[in-house]
């Protein structure tokens, strides 16, 4: 067994699919503030960053300041969607199960407001499986991966030696990396290979199956 080892577990593009939720809250906050985002711009860019850094960026288009504003907004679109949410990755919950069954404790460490976040996990039944959950203020403070990770890593007392974070973007493994901890990059997510590669990822799984055996890898 595997009692003392911990995974750390991004949400969005990594157990969650959220990105049509994302975008589509995001291009409707904007529009409700009298701004267009251009339709043919992808914006999966945006699923990753601390989300007020994002409409920080958004804003600036526009010479529009209101960030605390257009976050509340945002955030309760984003609410009202949770009655149909954004789908789980095809094979997330088994996977988390049999990771609990090899004797990890597994973590959330995401940059989403923790209210969302574990809300989401609720309806789709996998808090359960989890033994604590770290992400942003509901204001979107304290949303930095590094700081989440460090956060996560003093409250529980974990060994980073003993500990792997699993994220699919590069903020997910730089926040790792500055906490010592080694990183899992998926490539079901929104980053990508060669974003997850070029970040240092200690291993890349192309499909949820391939996760324990990569954790296992690594924390042998």
Excluded at 61 to 83: K, P, V, W
Excluded at 189 to 197: A, F, N, P, V, W
Aim: charged fraction near 25%; include cysteine.
């Amino acid at each position: 067994m595997a009692e003392d080892t911990a995974v750390l577990l991004d949400l969005d593009g990594t157990l969650i699919d959220s990105r049509d939720t994302v975008i589509g809250c995001m291009r409707q906050t904007f529009r409700d503030f009298g701004h267009e985002l251009d339709p043919a711009e992808d914006l999966t860019w945006m699923i990753g960053p601390p989300i007020l850094d994002t409409i920080a960026a958004l804003l600036a288009r526009f010479g529009d300041t209101r960030e605390a504003e257009c976050l509340a907004h945002y955030r309760g679109l984003y609410a009202e969607r949770m009655s149909d949410p954004s789908p789980t990755f095809p094979g997330v919950g088994a996977v988390l199960e049999a990771l609990v069954a090899a004797g990890h404790r597994l973590f959330l460490a995401t940059s989403k407001a923790l209210p969302l976040a574990r809300e989401l996990l609720d309806v789709h039944g996998l808090s359960p499986l989890f033994s604590g959950f770290y992400g942003a203020d509901p204001n979107d403070g304290n949303a930095e991966k590094p700081e989440i990770i460090a956060g996560l890593l003093r409250i529980e007392g974990l060994d980073p030696a003993r500990a792997v974070m699993v994220g699919d973007r590069r903020y997910d493994i730089s926040g790792a990396q500055a906490n010592a901890v080694r990183a899992i990059g998926v490539l079901w997510g929104y980053g990508g290979r060669e974003e997850l590669t070029a970040a240092g990822a200690d291993a890349l799984v192309a499909e949820p199956a391939e996760l324990p055996g990569a954790v296992a890898g690594l924390l042998r």
